[in-house]
């Protein structure tokens, strides 16, 4: 990030996750909504810590690369919170996020939410700081993310913002603005800070409050990480779809090959040569 804006396409699967990095990306995200949705559950923090530590765990060996993973709410208080970043840290995770809201919690693009006080996402923040710093010596990455802006406006999203660096995070992540002119006022407001000016998470969702922005703008923009969370999963899920939609109707799937992913590079993909001993 220090050399310049970070492209994390979420993986949901370590063969997805094979693939963002055969794409020649520098980081891989994991989305709570794409492990719940996946797992036939909507994104309300249903599934446990142990289900996203095992996707953590299988997209950060089937990348190599850093992966930020989401942690919704902590799966539960303090202590919870740093069972997670200890968690997360095994599994191979650079870092995590946690999230401001009450639980159950909803999709950061939906209205509805609501928050806890500021005082008790402190008080996780600061746990998940002393985790990271028992576990790693501080190089897993704390990410603060706040709702806030939906509920109570932008200046509370940056009040809390600042509470939550002055309280361990060393990235903040801005949920559901919809505008280039938010994200900016947002990154910009940060500078305050001086030398505890956090790193700064973008989301780049599709089908939200959000615009369709460059990566190359957001860099423009102040931030420094930009996740892409649920679109490979969109995209399986729109392509499978339409091939199950054509095999009812026609009783083959002769007119999706062209579509698909071949054998042989399938075989590519996770290093196999048939009669040759795998390794990894």
């Not at 249903?46 to 765990?57: E, N, P, S």
Request: net charge negative.
């Amino acid at each position: 990030m220090d050399s310049g804006v970070v492209a994390a396409p979420g993986a949901f699967n370590a063969l997805v996750a094979r693939a963002v990095a055969a794409a020649g990306f520098d980081a891989a995200y994991v989305s709570g909504g794409a492990i719940s949705v996946a797992a036939g559950v909507p994104d309300v923090g249903i599934l446990t810590l142990d289900h996203f530590a095992k996707v953590v765990r299988e997209v950060s060996w089937g990348s190599g690369l850093p992966v930020i993973a989401d942690a919704d709410t902590g799966f539960g208080e303090e202590e919870m919170v740093r069972r997670t970043v200890m968690e997360y840290n095994h599994a191979g995770g650079a870092g995590l996020h946690l999230e401001d809201q009450v639980f159950p919690k909803r999709c950061g693009h939906l209205d509805g939410k609501s928050l806890i006080s500021t005082d008790q996402a402190c008080s996780k923040i600061a746990w998940a700081h002393k985790a990271s710093m028992d576990c790693s010596n501080g190089s897993f990455i704390i990410c603060a993310r706040t709702d806030a802006k939906g509920v109570e406006g932008i200046g509370a999203a940056i009040e809390r913002a600042h509470a939550y660096v002055r309280a361990g995070a060393t990235m903040i992540f801005p949920e559901g603005l919809s505008s280039e002119e938010e994200f900016k006022e947002f990154a910009a407001s940060m500078d305050v800070l001086g030398d505890k000016k956090p790193y700064m998470l973008a989301n780049m969702t599709e089908f939200g409050k959000t615009p369709m922005i460059s990566l190359e703008r957001f860099g423009e923009l102040g931030y420094d990480f930009v996740i892409y969370p649920v679109s490979t999963l969109r995209i399986a899920m729109g392509a499978i779809e339409r091939g199950l939609a054509d095999l009812k109707e026609n009783g083959t799937m002769e007119g999706q090959l062209d579509s698909m992913q071949s054998r042989d590079e399938l075989y590519k993909l996770v290093g196999y040569t048939p009669g040759t001993a795998w390794e990894f």
